[in-house]
């Protein structure tokens, strides 16, 4: 997994600089959304998984609370809004598998815009499976170092059962199998460790990386358009940024 954090750094800093606040609210509102309805209808973080890991995303990009009490409305009650989750697979630019993960309430708009990007790109949208053998899902936890090193962390994520530790800068992130994430996370927080940030994500098995600065700035320009679509969540690929 060595080199993630890089791209999840690139990434969070894109966030920062170039996504408007109204689309970015647009898109966490309709990941809580998503979140309650697959969680059974469960507006309770404490009883669902998923929506606490959606809700903390939301607080991370200070959402005011109410938008996020509407958007867990929105998933319950006689006005409940039909939101489905999406999941395509397809090759990028210069040959890379991509993972687009999205969520919306229209399917067809958004498979269209996502195919279309693919195609203008000099990609294509593959099938189900098409790529995502090519990946592994984990649970990845970002925690601040502080006091500590990264042997102490280690240690204490190894004892709380995570896979693999990976340093960046002044935190470090935490991988887990995707079922023990929420463990890993309390283990954590009752030994002291402050936690930054957490999720499921892919991660590529190999990395590909590009032959030269231009084919690399032409695929990350690529990552950045699929992520700006309006229903897109998350995008993965198996790009080599330290290269």
């Known amino acids: 997994m060595s080199g993630h954090s890089k791209w999840a750094t690139i ?15 647009t898109k966490l509102s309709m990941a809580i959304t998503l979140a309650v309805k697959q969680g059974g209808g469960i507006g309770d973080p404490d009883s669902n998984f998923r929506l606490r890991l ?44 991509v993972i687009v993960e999205g969520a919306t309430d229209n399917k067809m708009r ?16 593959g099938q189900p499976g098409s790529v995502s053998y090519l990946f592994k899902q984990v649970g990845r936890i970002e925690v601040v170092k502080k006091d500590k090193s990264l042997d ?21 992130n935490v991988f887990t199998k995707p079922s023990d ?16 940030e957490e999720e499921l994500e892919y ?25 700006d679509l309006q229903d897109v969540q998350k995008v993965y690929s198996n790009i080599d940024v330290d290269n």
Not at 110 to 125: I, Y
Not at 157 to 172: K, L, M, R, T, Y
């Open 110 to 125: 958004t498979t269209s815009e996502v195919k279309n990007l693919f195609d203008r790109q000099g990609g294509s949208m």
């Open 181 to 196: 994430l929420a463990r890993v996370r309390q283990l954590l927080t009752q030994q002291g460790i402050e936690i930054t």
């Open 54 to 97: 959606a809700i903390d995303a939301a607080k991370a990009a200070n959402m005011p609370k109410d938008n996020i009490a509407r958007a867990i409305d929105r998933a319950s009650g006689k006005n409940m809004a039909h939101v489905d989750e999406v999941v395509y697979e397809g090759f990028g630019p210069h040959g890379i598998a």
């Open 11 to 25: 990434k969070r800093q894109k966030g920062a600089a170039d996504v408007k606040r109204g689309q970015a609210f």
């Open 152 to 172: 102490d962390i280690f240690l204490l994520a190894v004892d709380s059962g995570a896979e693999d530790v990976e340093e960046s800068g002044e935190v470090v």
């Open 203 to 227: 991660v590529p098995l190999t990395k590909i990386a590009m032959e030269n600065s231009e084919s690399t700035d032409q695929v990350i320009a690529f990552l950045e358009k699929m992520e």
